[in-house]
Nanobody, 115 residues
Framework: VQLQASGGGLVQAGGSLSLSCAAS?????MGWYRQAPGKRRELVAA???????NYADSVKGRFTISRDNAKNTVYLRMDSLKPEDTAVYYC?????????????WGQGTQVTVSS
């Protein structure tokens, strides 16, 4: 299984960015994790095959995860970005119905939020 992530970049605080991740297969739980320098990787948001979502408390109300099953693609819309959102963001997929997908990983994409 291959995951191809895109999006990310540099934005000012309060701005928005979108990430997308296309999977080479279908039927996965999918999600986004992030890892800031010196910190461990943490779940940002995940979405099961049926659409059930879960979010880290730190992004609730600001980030939205969605998926297009026909395209085997998951999206992460990030609004009201803060400097503390700066991290490398990783797409993940899982064959199980899980709120913490982690069977497969995409390459990371950098998100930098300037103050």
């Amino acid at each position: 299984v291959q995951l191809q992530a895109s999006g990310g970049g540099l934005v000012q605080a309060g701005g928005s960015l979108s990430l997308s991740c296309a999977a080479s297969g279908s039927g996965f739980s999918m999600g986004w994790y992030r890892q800031a320098p010196g910190k461990r990787r943490e779940l940002v948001a995940a979405i099961k095959r049926g659409g059930t979502t879960n979010y880290a408390d730190s992004v609730k109300g600001r980030f939205t995860i969605s998926r297009d099953n026909a395209k085997n693609t998951v999206y992460l819309r990030m609004d009201s970005l803060k400097p503390e959102d700066t991290a490398v963001y990783y797409c993940a997929a899982d064959r199980s119905s899980t709120p913490f997908p982690n069977d497969y990983w995409g390459q990371g994409t950098q998100v930098t939020v300037s103050s």
